[in-house]
Structures are given as C-alpha cells and as structure tokens.
C-alpha cells in the first residue's frame, strides 16, 4: 500500500550576495541619510554666496547705521553722539533741497521714463520686419558706461555748440540753457536717465507683450475694439503686474540717482540738482562728515523700505 507524498516545494534560490535580509525601518533610514546629505550640499554651495552678500552688503549697511550715531573721523576712535548727526543733517539748508530736487526728479521720471518705455514696447510688437535690429538700437544705451553717456549729454546740451542746439537752430526753433539753467537742469538730467535706463525696461514689457494670448485681440477685433480700446481692455490688464512690478523697482531706482547730477552738472546751478544721494556724497568726501553721511543714509534707506512695504500692500492681486 503506497502512502500519499506531500509535492515538493520549489525553492528559489536567493540572488547571490544579498546576504541576510534586512531588518525592517532600514529603507527609511537610507532616504532620510541620502535627503540629509543632498541638503548638506546644497547648503554648502549657497554659503558661499551668503557669505559674499553677508560681507559686502549686509555688513556695510549695518555699519552706516552704527556710524550714524558716531562721529566718526578716520584714523580715530568713533565717539558716540546719539541723534547730533540727525539732527545736524535735518537742519542743513541743502537737506530739503535735496530732498524736494529727488522728489521732482522721481515724478518726472514716472511720467516720462514709465510711459515711454512702454509706448516703444507696443510700437516694437507691431513690427513685421526688422524686430531684431531695433530691438538693438532700443538696449544699445543700456550697454554704454554711464558716466560716457553723461558726458555725451554734457556734450549735447552745451548751449552754444551743443548737437541740441545746433538741432534747434538748424529748424528755426527757439534753444535753451538746458543744463546751465535752473528751470531746465533736472528735467534734461530725466531725459538723460531715461534715455540711457529704457532698453531693459522695453525688453521686459515686450515679452510681457508677447505672452498675451492673440485669442483676447481676436475677441476684441470682431466686438469692434479700436487700437485704444484693445490697449486699455486688453494689454493694460494682462501686464498690470509687470506694470507695477516695473514701477516700483524705478520710483527705488530714481530716488538714487547719483550719476548724472555728478557728472554733468555737479549739482548745479545754484543747487537745482543736489539729490539726496549726491548729498550724501558732499557730506562724506566733501565735508568729511561720515556721521551725517550715514546719517542721512539711513533716513533714505527707512524711507525707502516703508515705501516698498507700503506700496507692495496696496497692490497684491488675489486671485
């Protein structure tokens, strides 16, 4: 009589060299040790970085402000004076002159160097042929140093051999002092700013043009929008935020302007062109008051940061 056998169980042979198996919670511990070393890395190529903005940009600002409540001459121990410097900076004739002068400057510099800009963005985005080319012509100002473009402006504005001038002459037009006059000195020193400032900006609104869907134009075209109306309804709205993106960054821009009263007019005449940043240059190298310098630094600087965070508040878009 022949008793029943159980089937022989196959058995897989394990792979050679995996050993015994492993215990478990081995395989979180494997991702967590490679996670920790991957953020290690990354952390270690950016300190690098943070420590170049740390020593050249965050320290020096934090020292101003140190040295604004010193009076300080080098080669000397720094004396602690409180407010002396605030307050000798706020009494200074030049104070509100610099101040209003940066004020005016910064407003001419919203109605000419926003608006035309902008203007020569739609015009280039309507080209057929050629867009390279003037696309060019438009940045090339941005590629020249300043101070050469203020000199090519100084040049230009002379009043009697100045290529303006000459200009106006040549048509039969009035001429002007530009430059040598009071009345004309900051609005030449915006159009100088403008022209040599505008080529970035004009690229940025362009691509900002050109990621606008053709199907809105399309709507607005068979409701029977004219060229305005598609600006207004259409092209306004879809770059409202590089608009006030763009804004921004030039009302902080402006507000420093330093170059071109330094270079083409010196902060004249009769002080028409002091702004608050060439002021702080007189009281530094000028006057040799480091206190008053960083002074008045810090005032621009507080103003400066109450204004973006006043003005990024007002203009956040929920979606």
Same mark, same amino acid.
């Given at each position: 009589?022949?008793?029943?056998?159980?089937?022989?169980?196959?058995?897989?042979?394990?792979?050679?060299?995996?050993?015994?198996?492993?215990?478990?919670?081995?395989?979180?511990?494997?991702?967590?040790?490679?996670?920790?070393?991957?953020?290690?890395?990354?952390?270690?190529?950016?300190?690098?970085?943070?420590?170049?903005?740390?020593?050249?940009?965050?320290?020096?600002?934090?020292?101003?402000?140190?040295?604004?409540?010193?009076?300080?001459?080098?080669?000397?121990?720094?004396?602690?004076?409180?407010?002396?410097?605030?307050?000798?900076?706020?009494?200074?004739?030049?104070?509100?002159? &610099?101040?209003?002068?940066?004020? $005016?400057?910064?407003?001419? #510099?919203? /109605?000419? %160097?926003?608006?035309?800009p902008f203007l020569m963005a739609l015009v280039l985005n309507e080209l057929r042929h050629a867009k390279g080319f003037f696309r060019v012509v438009v940045y090339l100002p941005?590629?020249?140093?300043?101070?050469?473009?203020?000199?090519?402006?100084?040049?230009?504005?002379?009043?009697?051999?100045g290529l303006i001038n000459e200009v106006l002459r040549f048509l039969h037009l009035p001429t002007s002092n530009w430059i040598f006059s009071t009345d004309t000195s900051l609005?030449?020193?915006?159009?100088?700013?403008?022209? &040599?400032?505008?080529?970035?900006? $004009?690229?940025?609104?362009? #691509?900002? /043009?050109? %990621?606008?869907?053709?199907?809105?134009?399309?709507?607005?075209?068979?409701?029977?929008?004219?060229?305005?109306?598609?600006?207004?309804?259409?092209?306004?709205?879809?770059?409202?935020?590089?608009?006030?993106?763009?804004?921004?960054?030039?009302?902080?821009?402006?507000?420093?302007?330093?170059?071109?009263?330094?270079?083409?007019?010196?902060?004249?005449?009769?002080?028409?062109?002091?702004?608050?940043?060439?002021?702080?240059?007189?009281?530094?190298?000028?006057?040799?008051?480091?206190?008053?310098?960083?002074?008045?630094?810090?005032?621009?600087?507080?103003?400066?940061?109450l204004f973006s965070a006043l003005y990024l508040r007002l203009t956040r878009t929920k979606d």
């Amino acid at each position: 009589m022949k008793t029943a056998q159980a089937p022989a169980r196959s058995v897989r042979a394990a792979p050679p060299g995996t050993g015994a198996p492993r215990p478990a919670g081995h395989g979180s511990a494997d991702r967590t040790r490679r996670a920790l070393i991957h953020h290690l890395r990354a952390y270690a190529f950016l300190i690098g970085g943070l420590i170049c903005f740390a020593l050249f940009s965050w320290y020096p600002a934090i020292r101003a402000i140190i040295i604004s409540f010193q009076k300080y001459i080098p080669g000397s121990d720094p004396e602690w004076v409180g407010f002396d410097n605030f307050t000798a900076v706020f009494n200074d004739p030049e104070f509100a002159t &610099a101040w209003k002068n940066t004020a $005016v400057f910064t407003g001419f #510099a919203l /109605l000419i %160097g926003f608006a035309v800009p902008f203007l020569m963005a739609l015009v280039l985005n309507e080209l057929r042929h050629a867009k390279g080319f003037f696309r060019v012509v438009v940045y090339l100002p941005v590629m020249i140093p300043p101070v050469v473009s203020s000199l090519l402006w100084k040049w230009f504005y002379t009043p009697d051999s100045g290529l303006i001038n000459e200009v106006l002459r040549f048509l039969h037009l009035p001429t002007s002092n530009w430059i040598f006059s009071t009345d004309t000195s900051l609005i030449s020193l915006v159009i100088v700013a403008t022209w &040599a400032n505008m080529g970035g900006t $004009v690229l940025i609104y362009l #691509a900002a /043009l050109q %990621g606008i869907p053709g199907e809105l134009y399309e709507a607005a075209e068979l409701d029977g929008a004219n060229i305005w109306q598609r600006v207004r309804h259409v092209t306004i709205p879809q770059t409202r935020f590089i608009m006030l993106m763009l804004m921004l960054l030039q009302i902080i821009a402006t507000m420093q302007v330093f170059t071109e009263p330094f270079v083409i007019t010196g902060g004249g005449p009769e002080s028409s062109t002091v702004t608050v940043l060439y002021l702080i240059y007189k009281y530094a190298f000028a006057y040799q008051n480091f206190g008053g310098a960083c002074a008045l630094s810090a005032m621009l600087l507080v103003l400066l940061s109450l204004f973006s965070a006043l003005y990024l508040r007002l203009t956040r878009t929920k979606d």
